[in-house]
């Protein structure tokens, strides 16, 4: 299992069952208990995300997303299947069949 956060080089890492969180390659927290380093591990995280703020995307990032998005929904249409059209033959207004 691994985690970071890599504007602040955050890292949550397992090895031979040991759970270390580390910062800039250091280690600040060692625990065997995979829930108290993942608690550990987005509490540093939250105070690392004040310092780093998201970025925002630029406008050639939001036209390429939106032309991704765009082409996965064309491709999404062209690769559904129609429905299945019923057959009329399989019923009748008599009660034999």
Do not use: C, N, Y
Request: no cysteine; net charge positive; hydrophobic share 30%.
């Amino acid at each position: 299992m691994k985690m970071s956060f890599i504007p602040g080089q955050l890292e949550l890492a397992s090895k031979d069952g040991v759970f270390s969180v580390s910062v800039e390659g250091r280690e600040v927290f060692s625990t065997p208990s995979q829930k108290t380093a993942i608690a550990k591990f987005k509490e540093i995280r939250r105070g690392m995300e004040q310092s780093f703020p998201p970025r925002r995307p630029s406008a050639e990032d939001e036209k390429v997303s939106l032309q991704r998005m765009m082409t996965d929904v064309a491709v999404d249409e062209t690769l559904r299947r129609p429905p299945r059209k019923r057959s009329t033959a399989r019923s009748s207004r008599t009660f034999g069949g």
